[in-house]
Nanobody
């Protein structure tokens, strides 16, 4: 089993910045992708950004140029630096670890609230 603990959410004004962290512990698979997802009220959960332990990165179009994902493999921690925040970024942000080996388990954190005021 893998445990994920997120931190760093909060309330910020539009244009501000926040940094989310997610620390993984337990039986962490050697090859994995760590992702940040978000879910706004009344909307489906969406993938915001992901990074493999080899450093390959992807972002959803709406956050490109504003958010930066990074990871420290030695600490089994993934970060999401969020700049130029907009009210539409308001959501619960979830950390996810995807096991690249069959049967491709997904592990989830408890979520952290990000609220951007206008």
């Amino acid at each position: 089993q893998v445990q994920l603990v997120e931190s760093g959410g909060g309330l910020v004004q539009a244009g501000g910045s926040l940094r989310l962290s997610c620390a993984a512990s337990g039986s962490i698979p050697d090859i994995n992708t760590m992702n940040w997802h978000r879910q706004a009220p009344g909307k489906q959960r969406e993938l915001v950004a992901g990074i493999t332990n080899g450093g390959m990165i992807n972002y959803v179009d709406s956050v490109k140029g504003r958010f930066t994902i990074s990871r420290d493999n030695a600490k089994n921690t993934v970060y999401l630096q969020m700049n130029s925040l907009k009210p539409e970024d308001t959501a619960v942000y979830y950390c996810n670890l995807h096991d690249a080996y069959y049967p491709y388990f997904d592990y989830w954190g408890q979520g952290t609230q990000v609220t951007v005021s206008s």
